[in-house]
């Protein structure tokens, strides 16, 4: 399983990749899946043993979530 988090814009999506690369963890971004809607284009993919430490790091940080969901591959 996978997260994908979505956010309000291309300017956040940069910000959080950078900060989740400097935890070393490993992210991908990815279009918006069709199945979720978002103002930005873009998505950041995480997998499913990393989002405690992604979750905090988001909320220390001053990025616009718009929402964080599970997905299947």
Same mark, same amino acid.
């Given at each position: 399983?996978?997260?994908?988090?979505?956010?309000?814009?291309?300017?956040?999506?940069?910000?959080?990749?950078?900060? /989740? $690369? #400097?935890? @070393? =963890?490993?992210?991908?971004?990815?279009?918006?899946?069709?199945?979720?809607?978002?103002?930005? +284009?873009?998505?950041?993919? /995480? $997998? #499913?043993? @990393? =989002?405690?430490?992604?979750?905090?790091?988001?909320?220390?940080?001053?990025?616009?979530?718009? +929402?964080?969901?599970?997905?299947?591959?």
């Amino acid at each position: 399983m996978n997260y994908v988090i979505l956010f309000n814009s291309v300017h956040f999506v940069m910000k959080a990749e950078k900060a /989740i $690369k #400097e935890k @070393n =963890i490993s992210v991908q971004l990815i279009p918006v899946p069709r199945q979720f809607s978002s103002d930005c +284009g873009m998505a950041i993919k /995480i $997998k #499913e043993e @990393n =989002i405690d430490i992604v979750r905090q790091l988001l909320e220390k940080g001053k990025y616009k979530v718009e +929402g964080i969901h599970k997905i299947s591959e």
